[in-house]
Nanobody
């Protein structure tokens, strides 16, 4: 079992920055690929970014590429999302995700989410 707790959300003006953190419980954090997703009001949850287990591979959705940076610190069991040049359309609840495959079965955990609001 992995528990994920996000923090760092808030209200920011367009063009500003926020840094989200996701702290994970357990001793096997480095066994999971980690990701960030977001869900805006009235919309489905969508992928934002992901990072490999040791942090050597990252991938972003096109809407945030060049503005957001995902990183992780396996010693601290934490994954981060640095968000720069924020736009009103980035407003959403941001969720942390832990993902791995164990004996052919996908195992997936979610945090409770943190609200990000970008004002114009």
């Amino acid at each position: 079992q992995v528990q994920l707790v996000e923090s760092g959300g808030g209200l920011v003006q367009a063009g500003g920055s926020l840094r989200l953190s996701c702290a994970a419980s357990g001793r096997i954090f480095s066994s999971y690929a980690m990701g960030w997703f977001r869900q805006a009001p009235g919309k489905e949850r969508e992928f934002v970014a992901t990072i490999s287990r040791i942090g050597d591979i990252t991938y972003y959705t096109g809407a945030v590429k060049g503005r957001f940076t995902i990183s992780r610190d396996n010693a601290k069991n934490t994954v981060y999302l640095q968000m720069n040049s924020l736009k009103p359309e980035d407003t959403a609840v941001y969720y942390c995700n832990a993902d791995r495959v164990i004996r052919g079965v996908r195992v997936n955990y979610w945090g409770q989410g943190t609200q990000v609001t970008v004002s114009s």
